[in-house]
């Protein structure tokens, strides 16, 4: 089983609705990302947490929002979703003493 | 804003040569990371330099940190066409964040 997952893995919406992508891990690792990735580009950093009670802003915050549920669940939600948010998005964990990140498979949202 | 950035955007060669990839960045880090990543995949790690490192090597892979240049290579010897993909370095900072460039496409023809 992988170790980082992410659930859906493609998604179809409309404009103005509201969507959640949710990231699972069983890895143990206490901080988890959200990067968006956009075509011939590198990820740019949305949200991340260091602990369940720890959760910041990256470099692209605005429409996004995040929950972490527990250790092993952090979720994305794009409140109402637009076009110039269609992208691919990757979960990421690291462990505490190791920069190194795990990233998920990805989820490719379209919003229409 | 990106603070990594990959030279060359793209590289194309053939089987067997070696592919050299560099990064350079703009402010001071605690670590650089290298990643790959096959077409709308996720991104898997190859190696992490620390920043009072200046040389690591993993199996066909080499890596180099000069800090006062504010630059890292990526070389990946012997290339086969299953090193085909895009590698990205990130620059990882003291809070645990790191920052990827836009990536290099390789293309590695057999």
């Known amino acids: 089983d992988a170790d980082v997952t992410q659930t859906p893995r493609n998604r179809i919406t409309k404009t103005g609705k509201r969507i959640m992508l949710e990231c699972s891990q069983t890895k143990g690792h206490d901080r988890m990302y959200w990067y968006r990735q956009d075509p011939g580009l590198g990820l740019r950093l949305i949200y991340y947490s260091f602990d369940v009670k720890d959760i910041n802003k990256g470099e692209i915050s605005d429409g996004y929002s995040v929950s972490r549920q527990a250790q092993a669940k952090f979720s994305l939600s794009l409140e109402s979703a637009i076009p110039n948010q269609t992208a691919l998005y990757f979960c990421?964990?690291?462990?505490?003493?190791?920069?190194?990140?795990?990233f998920g498979p990805g989820t490719r949202l379209t919003v229409l | 804003s990106q603070q990594g950035e990959e030279d060359p955007q793209a590289l194309s060669i053939q089987e067997g040569e070696n592919a050299t990839m560099n990064c350079s960045y703009k402010?001071?880090?605690?670590?650089l990371q290298w990643y790959r990543q096959n077409s709308g995949r996720g991104l898997v790690h190859l190696i992490l330099?620390?920043?009072?490192?200046r040389e690591k090597h993993s199996g066909r892979l080499r890596v180099t940190l000069d800090t006062s240049k504010k630059s890292s290579s990526l070389l990946i010897t012997a290339s086969r066409a299953a090193d085909t993909a895009s590698y990205f370095c990130?620059?990882?900072?003291?809070?645990?964040?790191?920052?990827f460039g836009d990536g290099t496409t390789l293309t590695v023809k057999p």
């Open positions: 990130a620059t990882g900072d003291n809070a645990g964040k790191s920052t």
């Open positions: 402010t001071s880090i605690n670590n």
């Open positions: 990421a964990t690291s462990d505490l003493l190791v920069d190194t990140q795990y």
């Open positions: 330099i620390r920043s009072n490192e």
